[in-house]
């Protein structure tokens, strides 16, 4: 009979783990619409692609090259998330981006 408690219990805690995961999930999703539902998270989230090296290119010819795509991995999972939230959106800001830079 313990071992089904425990085999029980190990779900449990596996299915309590699922749904939390599931909730953080949820909650990242809501957090980035509301950051790129205004104009002002746009501009922030494409300048940290931009600082993060996304747009250029990580090459140096030395070590320096494996911090670079370090960074470059960062805005790479950023702009994976913005497109994961509305592809549309990319576009968006890259207009922002040409406004701003004139």
């Known amino acids: 009979m313990q071992d ?10 596996d299915e309590a783990e699922k749904a939390a ?12 619409e509301k950051v790129l539902g205004t104009a002002e998270g746009k501009r922030v989230i494409w300048w940290i692609m931009g600082e993060c090296g996304v747009f250029g290119l990580s090459m140096t010819g030395n ?17 994976d998330r913005v497109m994961q939230t509305n592809p549309s959106l990319y ?8 406004k ?3």
């Open 4 to 13: 089904n408690d425990e085999l029980q219990a190990e779900i449990d805690r």
């Open 21 to 32: 995961m599931e909730r953080q999930a949820q909650l990242l999703e809501e957090a980035f």
């Open 63 to 79: 070590s320096q090259t494996f911090f670079n795509e370090g960074m470059r991995n960062i805005g790479l999972k950023l702009m």
């Open 91 to 98: 576009q968006e800001m890259y207009e922002q981006a040409r």
């Open 100 to 102: 701003d830079a004139q």
